[in-house]
């Protein structure tokens, strides 16, 4: 009885989840100005475990050390799209980058490009999203599969 009582708290206490885990997407449309490191405006959440992501600036910020995967990936109605970019930045800096060349196509005339990176982060870091295109034009950040979403690891 007592070692189930220990372990019934633990899972209820978050001792053996993956928390804090969060997954936000685009809620409407954005404008993407050409060749410009423009930060992504994720401001819809699917979940938000321990309420650690921030839609009013966009930005996950775990206060937990430790071990977190984290994903993103966005559609872009760009065209004809020569290079896409989407970095990871912590604290305000680029971190992690994810680029693809050549007419990037995911369907009609979007493109698709997504980052996948664990990261260390301590209590004060923070992660944001950053997406970049080269086509000469402005693009249109698209809400249907533009997505940012992060979980600690176990250790």
Do not use: C
């Not at 899972?11 to 053996?16: D, P």
């Not at 009013?56 to 559609?75: C, D, E, H, L, M």
């Not at 209590?123 to 533009?146: C, K, M, P």
Request: hydrophobic share 35%; no cysteine.
């Amino acid at each position: 009885m007592a070692i189930t009582k220990i372990i019934a708290d633990s899972i209820t206490s978050g001792a053996i989840a993956n928390t804090p885990a969060f997954a936000a997407y685009v809620g409407s449309n954005q404008s993407i100005s050409n060749a410009t490191n423009t930060k992504v405006n994720f401001t819809t959440e699917h979940f938000d475990s321990d309420g650690k992501y921030d839609t009013s600036n966009k930005r996950f910020t775990p206060t937990v050390a430790g071990q977190y995967f984290i994903s993103a990936g966005y559609n872009a109605n760009t065209d004809t799209t020569t290079k896409a970019y989407i970095f990871i930045y912590v604290n305000g800096n680029p971190s992690f980058s994810s680029m693809t060349l050549e007419n990037v196509k995911y369907r009609d005339n979007d493109s698709f490009i997504q980052v996948n990176r664990i990261l260390t982060l301590d209590t004060d870091d923070y992660v944001e999203i950053f997406v970049r295109h080269e086509q000469g034009s402005t693009a249109t950040l698209q809400t249907n599969g533009s997505w940012f979403q992060a979980f600690k690891i176990l250790t």
